[in-house]
């Protein structure tokens, strides 16, 4: 399987199954076009010699069967063979994210979990529980070192000194148990002040800052319980917690509407304020939400992409380079077999644990009865629900079979396809097609650095 797409002046191809990237002229390009149906380099040459000089096609020819003979183009899907014994592959937990906070001092718009309440009441983890949760973890995490808790809401910090508490209990059991924890925290930014900042600094890997871009558009997706907007309360604390930290380990993170499809602006703003680690991310939301992407606006977000990937270029050679997370890609290595195929690990490696201590296969899910697999006493008793997230990868799913970006996404988030299709199998269409839309903006941006253009 082949993929082709022209970016301003470059041609690329890409071979899906070796994961190799050609960056071809105008010539071999038409040529591999030519072969993608399954005809010979011959035919095809005789197909394009009105176009190219003979001569020149013969010795592209040469060059095309040089790569397929080396496995670069064309290859063979070695991977749906391993796909066979996936599902009773052995596993173990290697994340949760605890929900420390169902409860939130803003009242975002799009916001899925219903101002922090996740389909239920308002509520607070207490230590006791979120004690237990590590032990869980500790447990059920065999003999993989590296562990990771992240601190989710609503919003964590108005739970913040159980945060602590429950840093150093991890901390406390490290040693004995061979474990090393990384923590990350999810907020708002509203709480934010000089103690929590050294704190996170000293013990977060990572912390996400949510803002949506400009102040007009921040203001109306985030405003505060009583209507009013919230920018110019955080963006003062997220750069002095951004200064902190000297620009490492942390993004900022974004969400993009209807309401805002030039969003490669608010991408442009964020980097103007300072900050060198963004992500700004489309909305999944019902079809009757207003704010809703619609299949129509997909062509104008896939120029906004390709606009905002010429946008960092130029912002490169001005020496103001950004880091903007949907545009980062590894072409040298890459995520492992497991990832390609399934994603997140949803489910199966990574759970959501409630303020009561329920387990669920992610934060998207928490709320909704049939996926509760489980709680932090008793550990996993739906078991039959977690094997159908065990059975999600990308040849168990029709649309991804044959699509070309399938070991990008890795079929996809299960949750979107859920909450549109009533199937963990199915997928999110507007979702893959501006997932595509990233990798090719993504490779391309690739290929140019190591190209040095």
């Given at each position: 399987m082949i993929h082709q797409y022209k970016i301003q002046d470059m041609n690329i191809v890409m071979d899906i199954n070796s994961g190799s990237i050609h960056v071809v002229d105008d010539m071999s390009y038409d040529l591999i076009r030519a072969l993608d149906d399954g005809t010979s380099i011959e035919d095809a040459i005789n197909k394009l010699e009105q176009s190219y000089d003979k001569a020149l096609l013969v010795q592209a020819g040469d060059e095309v069967n040089q790569l397929i003979g080396d496995g670069l183009l064309f290859a063979k899907d070695e991977y749906e063979q391993v796909v066979v014994d996936f599902k009773n592959r052995s596993t173990v937990v290697k994340a949760l994210c605890l929900h420390v906070a169902h409860d939130c001092n803003l009242a975002c718009t799009y916001c899925f979990a219903s101002e922090g309440e996740y389909h239920g009441d308002r509520d607070l983890m207490s230590f006791e529980v979120a004690k237990k949760a590590i032990d869980f973890l500790v447990a059920h995490s065999g003999n993989r070192r590296n562990l990771e808790i992240d601190f989710f809401g609503g919003e964590p910090l108005m739970n913040f000194e159980m945060v602590k508490e429950t840093v150093h209990y991890a901390r406390s059991i490290e040693q004995e148990n061979n474990k090393h924890f990384r923590?990350?925290?999810?907020?708002?930014?509203?709480?934010?002040?000089?103690?929590?900042?050294?704190f996170m600094n000293e013990h977060m890997h990572n912390v996400v800052l949510s803002v949506d871009g400009r102040k007009e558009i921040h203001d109306k997706m985030r405003p505060t319980p009583n209507g009013k907007g919230s920018y110019d309360m955080i963006m003062p604390k997220f750069k002095a917690f951004v200064e902190a930290r000297g620009q490492k380990n942390y993004y900022v993170r974004g969400t993009f509407t209807h309401e805002n499809m030039d969003f490669s602006e608010d991408v442009l703003h964020l980097a103007d304020e300072g900050f060198e680690q963004i992500s700004v991310e489309p909305v999944v939301a019902p079809d009757e939400m207003n704010y809703a992407i619609k299949e129509e606006d997909l062509a104008y977000l896939k120029d906004q992409y390709e606009k905002l990937a010429l946008a960092k270029i130029d912002y490169k050679e001005r020496n103001k380079d950004f880091n903007f997370f949907h545009f980062m890609v590894d072409l040298s290595q890459g995520p492992c077999v497991a990832k390609r195929l399934a994603g997140c690990g949803s489910g199966i490696e990574y759970l959501a644990v409630t303020p009561t201590g329920d387990l669920y296969?992610?934060?998207?899910?928490?709320?909704?009865?049939?996926?509760?697999?489980?709680?932090v006493n008793q550990g996993i008793t739906n078991t039959l629900k977690q094997d159908a997230f065990r059975g999600c990868n990308v040849y168990a799913k029709d649309a991804c079979r044959e699509c070309w970006a399938k070991f990008y996404c890795s079929g996809g988030c299960s949750a979107n396809s859920f909450n549109f299709h009533g199937d963990l199998l199915a997928t999110y269409e507007i979702g893959c097609e501006l997932e595509k839309k990233r990798v090719e903006c993504a490779i391309f941006l690739k290929a140019k650095e190591m190209l040095g253009e």
């Open positions: 923590f990350t925290l999810t907020t708002n930014g509203v709480l934010l002040n000089d103690d929590n900042i050294a296969p992610c934060h998207q899910f928490v709320g909704i009865d049939e996926f509760l697999l489980g709680n």
